[in-house]
Every structure is written in structure tokens, then in C-alpha cells.
């Protein structure tokens, strides 16, 4: 088959999240089962600067844009995946991340930038870019790829379209003046595509009018068709039914590989973990952490915002340091989140380490010399650093929801007795649950160094690669284009 992946970020070029990451290994793993299959990014200046071999190959005249758009194609390494660029300046060359200026907000032509991005994937999708090639399905990403399918809904002979949900949270809502600025097609402005609650929703044009709508992961596909998870679209997941489904995020394991891993002083693996003992105490001195291989560390990596819980952290915190353990966090997001977390750092230098933004290396080596990693999302679609710490022998502690409930077994005796314990699961969004948990964690950390090896190991066995849940895309794919839903 002949794929347009279209995404608003992929690594390694350009990351804020999830998404990219995605995005940057199911083509790969498409490629590599013999799929033609090609990402599409807008040009941020991260993509043009890091993209290989870049050459303008068309050029595309918008409505209401002065100047044509380029489309560039190159190559996204290490794997080489074919790659389009649309190259528009005016919307993607500027500072900050791709959707949020420097000082933290959302920039204010967001509706334009990504409408600008889907008309370009549109254009490529009906050969209207005169690439000499024209894809067999379109996959897009989230709410900014979400005009694509309404784009394409009216066209003759269109590729078949799949949507993905990577998080419903983030929808893409703007106003109806937005909507007539965009100069879309009258037609679309209404309950059945992209009008909701007298607002223009991107992420409401994909579900409705793609051939087929999944998300990334069988109990988030659940989650998000009741009220409690569904923000006002539940009715919508519902109605297209059979047409909407989950399919399980893997993870790439030329990335994430503790044998291969450059990012971690000590390789190990599932064999010889020898070396996670060596990687604890390299990142205890990283943090300025007293260097002690017996002390039990967890970890924590992601956005500081309420989804993640990292306020339950917060609150659970005096009762790790009474426990003796250490913590070490890396994350940046909510302002407030981030100035407690320094507070906390302060208070208890010798106990807890954080680093606030982002740094690849430092995740890696996180989830290589960790024990324990905390992840006790109120709600995940899918989520990965369960699945890197589970690769990387650091038994998750999470909250059974989303990819988490997917991917993460409890410890219990009938799950260590039939040998597929592989972390400690709690239920409720609440500090008293997640420390409950925490305390088993701690208590069986201390009951015998074999069993906690056990229990590592047995998460490491794993089989979390992409190649999986690449096969599940292909039979989506060929569901779309053998009984098109729209």
C-alpha cells in the first residue's frame, strides 16, 4: 500500500509528546513489512534544519495566501523515510514549539497554520502537487491533520482516510468567524461535520468524515465513548461504531534498546542486568543524589499538568522521603506545578532531583537507572514511558486507565505465581490510592532483591515493539479501503 502519514510532529525532527514518537517509528515499521509509506510535516524550523536532502518538488497556490506554498522532499533519518516538508515561512518559520509561542501561549493563528498544513496534505493526497505518486490511504493525527478528511470528503477518486486519537483533551476549537476566514466549504459548517456547539472543531472533522477513527489504545477506545472521558464527543464515537476502534502504541526498539542505548553509560539486558546497577548510581551522581544502590529510586517524565497527576506526586512526596527513598523528575508545563517542584527540590536537595524542560538523553538514562517509575495519569490514551520502563526493567506504578490498564499488570500472588506480574496498579485519581501503591511498591522493593529481579525481568520479556501493532494498521487500512465509512 501506498500511506500519506500526516503528522504535526515526528522524531526525531521536531517533539513535544507522544505524537512524535508515533510518528516517527509506525512508518518505519510500515517500511519495514513492505508498505510504501511517507510522512508529511510542516516546515518548522527543527524539521527544515534536521531533514536530509531537501529539494523543492512543487509548489501550491492557497486560497487567501499571498505567496505559493513549496513542498520540499528529503528523508527523515536514521531510517531514511521518505519525507515531505510543506514549506510555508509564514506559518511555521518562527520561535517556540510547533503550538505555542516562546512566552507559553497558543499562537493565535493556530487555526490558519494548521488549515494552511491539511490543504497542503490534501493537495498531495489528489495529486494535485504532481508528485508522480498519490497515496492509497491518508493516516492522519490528531485535531491539526482533522480538516484533512472534510478536505477530501467531496473529491473523486480520493485515497481512503483513517483518523488517529492520540489525546481527545486537545481538540482544536475555534470560532465561526475563524471558519469563514478559512474560506472552507460552506457545507461543512454543520452538527455533521465540523460544527460543535457553535464552534469549529478540527478534531470533530476527523472523527465524522474519516473512513475509519481509532485511537491508541482498546480501553481508551472504551473511555472515551462515555461522558466522563468523552468531552461531548462520546455520542459521535458511538455512532460511527464499528468504524472506530483502539489499536495499542508500540515502541521502537532501535530507540529504546538497554544493549544498544547511547544515551546510558552501562548496557544491560533482560539476561545481564548487571548494568542497571551501574546506570542507578551514574544518574544518582547526575542529580547530585547521594550514590547508592540501595536506595530505591523512581522516576518521573512527562508534562507537569494535572492529566499526568503529577499534583498526586506532590502530595505523596513527604511520605517517600520519610520512606528514605529518592525521586528524580524531568518535565516542564504548568508554571505553578513547576515552582513547587523547584520548592520540593530545594527542601530536599538530597532526596529528590528535578530537572524542568526536556532532554532525550537524560529520559533515556532515566528509565535506565530508575527502580521504579511513576505514572499515575488521571486519564492516557496510550502512553510510552510505561512501555520504555517496562523495556528498561523499572517496574511502573500507574493508575489502571487508558494504555496504562493495556500494558501493566499488577503485582498480586496470582500474577507473581503465574509469572506475569509486571508493575503496581491503583484505581482512583487520588493521593490516598497512588500511595497505597506506592507502599506495596517499597515493601516488596525491600522483601527480596530476587523477586524485584523477577518482577523487572519478567517486564523486559515484553513483546512491545511496533511490528505488532503495525500488522493491526495494515488490516485498518485495508478496512478503509474495501468498505469506506463515509
Known amino acids: 500500500m501506498k500511506i500519506l502519514f500526516a503528522s504535526s510532529e515526528a522524531a526525531p525532527l521536531i517533539k513535544t ?17 513492505g508498505h510504501d509509506c511517507r510522512l508529511v510535516l510542516p516546515g518548522y524550523p527543527d524539521v527544515m534544519h534536521k531533514a536530509k536532502g531537501l529539494s523543492q518538488v512543487a509548489e501550491l497556490k492557497q486560497p487567501s495566501e499571498q505567496k505559493p506554498i513549496k513542498i520540499l522532499e528529503g528523508f527523515c533519518e536514521p531510517h531514511d523515510v521518505p519525507l515531505y516538508v510543506v514549506d510555508a515561512p509564514y506559518w511555521f518559520d518562527r520561535p517556540g514549539n510547533p503550538y505555542l509561542s516562546p512566552d507559553g501561549d497558543d499562537w493565535v493563528d493556530n487555526a490558519e497554520r494548521f488549515a494552511c498544513f491539511c490543504r497542503a496534505i490534501a493537495a498531495i493526497a489528489l495529486n494535485q502537487a504532481k508528485l508522480d505518486w498519490q497515496p492509497d490511504i491518508v493516516h492522519t493525527n490528531d485535531w ?36 469563514v476566514r478559512l474560506n472552507l466549504p460552506s457545507h461543512l459548517w454543520s452538527y455533521e461535520a465540523l460544527e460543535f456547539h457553535h464552534q469549529l472543531s478540527y478534531i470533530k472533522g476527523g472523527i465524522a468524515l474519516s473512513d ?54 552501562a548496557s544491560f539486558s533482560a539476561d545481564d542486568m ?34 499526568k497527576g503529577v499534583d498526586l506526586i506532590l502530595q505523596v512526596l513527604p511520605g517517600l522521603m520519610d520512606a528514605g527513598v529518592q525521586v528524580v523528575m524531568l518535565g516542564s508545563g504548568n508554571r505553578e506545578l513547576e515552582h513547587a517542584l523547584e520548592k520540593i527540590n530545594m527542601k530536599y536537595h538530597s532526596r529528590v ?24 495519569s488521571r486519564f492516557e490514551p496510550c502512553g510510552l514511558n510505561q512501555m520504555y520502563s517496562l523495556r528498561y526493567g523499572t517496574v511502573p506504578v500507574v493508575r489502571r486507565t487508558g494504555g496504562l490498564a493495556d500494558t501493566v499488570i499488577d503485582v498480586n500472588p496470582t500474577t507473581m505465581a503465574q509469572g506475569t506480574a509486571t508493575g503496581f496498579v491503583f484505581d482512583e485519581a487520588d493521593a490516598s490510592s497512588l500511595w497505597q501503591a506506592l507502599e506495596h511498591a517499597i515493601q516488596f522493593y525491600r522483601r527480596s ?34 468498505d469506506p465509512g463515509i
Open 17 to 33: 509528546g507522544g505524537l512524535a514518537d508515533v510518528a516517527g517509528s509506525l512508518p518505519v515499521a510500515m517500511r519495514h513489512i
Open 144 to 179: 491539526q491533520t482533522g480538516l484533512v478528511a472534510p478536505l477530501l470528503q467531496a473529491a473523486k477518486k480520493r485515497p481512503a482516510t483513517l483518523f488517529t486519537i492520540h489525546n481527545l483533551a486537545y481538540q482544536g476549537l475555534f470560532d465561526h468567524d475563524t471558519f
Open 212 to 265: 475509519r477513527v481509532n485511537t491508541v489504545s482498546p480501553t481508551y477506545a472504551e473511555e472515551i465513548k462515555t461522558a466522563e472521558f468523552g468531552y461531548g464527543l462520546e455520542g459521535l464515537l458511538q455512532h460511527r461504531g464499528s468504524h472506530f476502534s483502539g489499536i495499542l502504541n508500540g515502541i521502537d526498539y532501535h530507540v529504546w534498546d538497554p544493549m544498544n542505548d547511547p544515551n546510558i553509560p
Open 274 to 307: 548487571a548494568g542497571k546497577r551501574l546506570n542507578k548510581l551514574a544518574l544518582q551522581k547526575e542529580f547530585g543524589l547521594p550514590e547508592d544502590e540501595h536506595i530505591q529510586l523512581f522516576g518521573y517524565i512527562g508534562r507537569l499538568v494535572d492529566q
Open 353 to 376: 532531583g528535578v530537572k524542568i524542560g526536556y532532554d532525550e538523553g537524560l529520559s533515556h538514562r532515566i528509565e535506565a537507572g530508575c527502580d521504579c517509575f511513576l505514572m499515575p
Open 449 to 482: 532483591g530476587t523477586d524485584w529481579e523477577i518482577l523487572a525481568r519478567t517486564g523486559m520479556e515484553q513483546d512491545l515493539s511496533w511490528e505488532a501493532s503495525a500488522q493491526h494498521y495494515v488490516e485498518l487500512y485495508q478496512l478503509a479501503l474495501d
